[in-house]
Structures are given as structure tokens and as C-alpha cells.
Nanobody, 115 residues
Framework: QVQLVESGGGLVQPGGSLRLSCAAS????????MGWYRRVPGKRRELVAT???????NYADSVKDRFTVSRDNAKNMVYLQMNNLKPEDTAAYFC?????????WGQGTQVTVSS
């Protein structure tokens, strides 16, 4: 069982930045694909960014060149640096850990982009 705890959400003005963090409780962190998804009420959860254990990156088109996912395997942490935030980025953001036959989700952290 892997527990994921997100932090760093909040209210930010358009054009601002936030950094989300996710702490994972597992001794096998290096074996997981890690990443971030988001969900707006009434819509399906959508991929934001992922990073494989080998470092391969995948971003949603809507966040490319604005968001950066990274991980620190020594600290069991994954991060999402979000720059030039837009109102349409407003959502609950969820940390994700994917293994060969398993997946885990955090409880989510709210990001609101509004003036």
C-alpha cells in the first residue's frame, strides 16, 4: 500500500506560479511512474504530467511549456512546478503513483486561479 500526500495548492492570480509537492510512503518509490492529474467538478479526471522511473516525461498539451514535473527518488517526493497559471487551470490536483499492477492516488489539493 502506498500513501500519497499532496501539498502546495492555494489561490493564485492569473500569471502566477505554484509548486505542488507529493510525499510518498513507500520503499519502492523508484519503481513507480509518478505524476499529476486534475479534475474539475462535473468533468473526468485528466492527465497533467507524468514521469516514468527512467525519467521519460509526458505532459498534457494544455500545460506544455508552463508546467514541469520532477521527482526526487532519495526523498520519495514528486513535484509539479506550475508557471503562468490560467483560470482554466483551476482544479483539484491529484498525485499519482503507477506500478505494473497497481495504482495509487492522493487525496488532492485545490488550485484556484482567479483575480
Amino acid at each position: 500500500q502506498v500513501q500519497l500526500v499532496e501539498s502546495g495548492g492555494g489561490l493564485v492570480q492569473p500569471g502566477g506560479s505554484l509548486r505542488l509537492s507529493c510525499a510518498a510512503s513507500t520503499t519502492d518509490f523508484g519503481f513507480f511512474m509518478m505524476g499529476w492529474y486534475r479534475r474539475v467538478p462535473g468533468k473526468r479526471r485528466e492527465l497533467v504530467a507524468t514521469m516514468t522511473r527512467a525519467g521519460a516525461l509526458n505532459y498534457a498539451d494544455s500545460v506544455k511549456d508552463r508546467f514541469t514535473v520532477s521527482r526526487d527518488n532519495a526523498k520519495n517526493m514528486v513535484y509539479l512546478q506550475m508557471n503562468n497559471l490560467k483560470p482554466e487551470d483551476t482544479a483539484a490536483y491529484f498525485c499519482y503513483a503507477g506500478g505494473v499492477n497497481s495504482e495509487y492516488w492522493g487525496q488532492g489539493t485545490q488550485v484556484t486561479v482567479s483575480s
